[in-house]
């Protein structure tokens, strides 16, 4: 049997099973299986991936930087972006990836949206993957964060004055919002004041959607996105990864 996973502290919103299940069964590959694998730590970790015979595994919230100290390798994507979401185990060595930044970019691209500035609320392994694929786009951003630091982040505050009258995109890369607690939002937006029609949120959360951060953005004009296809784009290129496609 192949065996693949993710691990994460609360793996309850995830439908990265499903999505590999439906996978495995489209290519009629049924000595494949992916399990959702909630750790209170990463203590243990390769012992875990070496004892259960681990072929390759996703990594989700709070571990996509916690986790490259206990890799014996990354990628130069991985390396660049500083988070790793996506693992393989090569002759018993652990090798980290990312899928976020490239599923990410290409979900934007096909979205048609235009923006000329862009303010990612988060500053964590997410986070990073879309700073680096807006990096690629050359688009002007900010992360957002509740305790800023650095000349490139500012607090949710200042947000609102930050942004100006510009075309802009939001990216919620922080998991509020997220099942169960679904009824939080990162982003008080009531406080902005004006029509939204130049803006365009993308929650990178699926479970729910639309979340409430998206019907208050959608509610004022904003176009609106929700992390989906996204989700499928990473798993997509994480199977190229395991299956050495």
């Not at 090798?95 to 609320?121: C, I, K, M, P, Y």
């Not at 680096?132 to 490139?152: C, I, M, W």
């Amino acid at each position: 049997m192949h065996r693949y996973a993710l691990i994460g502290k609360r793996l309850g919103h995830s439908w990265s099973q499903r999505w590999f299940e439906a996978k495995f069964k489209s290519l009629g590959l049924s000595d494949c299986c992916y399990q959702l694998h909630e750790m209170a730590s990463l203590d243990g970790l390769k012992q875990w991936v070496l004892h259960d015979a681990i072929q390759g595994f996703n990594v989700t919230v709070p571990y996509k930087q916690q986790i490259i100290p206990l890799l014996d390798e990354l990628d130069t994507t991985a390396s660049a972006i500083g988070a790793v979401n996506c693992v393989t185990v090569e002759d018993g060595r652990l090798v980290g990836h990312n899928t976020d930044a490239e599923a990410f970019l290409w979900s934007l691209q096909h979205t048609g949206w235009v923006f000329r500035q862009a303010f990612v609320l988060g500053t964590g392994g997410a986070a990073r993957a879309v700073a680096f694929a807006l990096r690629q786009l050359q688009v002007p951003h900010l992360f957002v964060s509740r305790t800023p630091h650095g000349n490139d982040q500012i607090g949710y505050r200042e947000l609102s004055s930050a942004i100006g009258l510009q075309p802009t995109l939001i990216v919620n890369a922080t998991p509020v919002g997220m099942y169960p607690n679904v009824d939080e939002t990162p982003l008080d937006l009531s406080s902005f004041n004006v029509h939204l029609s130049s803006f365009c949120l993308y929650d990178l959360t699926y479970n729910p959607s639309p979340t409430r951060l998206m019907r208050d953005a959608a509610s004022l004009g904003a176009s609106v996105k929700d992390g989906l296809e996204m989700l499928h784009r990473q798993a997509d290129l994480s199977w190229s990864l395991f299956s050495h496609e």
